[in-house]
């Protein structure tokens, strides 16, 4: 059974990094495109970054570019966020998802067919 699994999340302070990492098993997601989304309480679930299959193409949400940064390595099946100058309002579950060729807008969570379970991460001030 294909599997997304997240990890890295946890507590920072403001202006601090994390680095998040989401492996996939069961499968391989080396020709599906990659993203992140986000969802604080309260708020719906919203796009952070995506990378192509080939990592050759990111796309990363305007609240987060020049501070977050999206990579891959399809050898290790692994999909990288690295999050940087961390503000409290990146406050969130952080949440992995594999999209299929084709299938539409990255931006859209609408065309991911494979998500992972979150990871909490909680930037104080």
């Known amino acids: 059974q294909a599997q997304l699994v997240e990890s890295g999340g946890g507590s920072a302070q403001a202006g601090g990094s994390l680095r998040l990492s989401c492996a996939a098993s069961?499968?391989?997601?080396?020709?599906?495109?990659m993203g992140w989304f986000r969802q604080a309480p309260g708020k719906e679930r919203e796009f952070v970054a995506a990378?192509?299959?080939?990592?050759?193409?990111?796309y990363l949400a305007d609240s987060v570019k020049g501070r977050f940064t999206i990579s891959r390595d399809n050898a290790k099946d692994t999909v990288y966020l690295q999050m940087n100058s961390l503000k409290p309002e990146d406050t969130a579950v952080y949440y992995c998802?594999?999209?299929?060729?084709?299938?539409?807008?990255?931006?859209?969570?609408?065309?991911?067919?494979?998500w992972g379970q979150g990871t909490q991460v909680t930037v104080s001030s």
């Open positions: 069961g499968r391989t997601f080396s020709t599906y495109s």
């Open positions: 990378i192509s299959w080939g990592g050759g193409s990111t």
């Open positions: 998802a594999a999209s299929a060729p084709y299938r539409g807008s990255l931006y859209y969570e609408g065309s991911y067919s494979y």
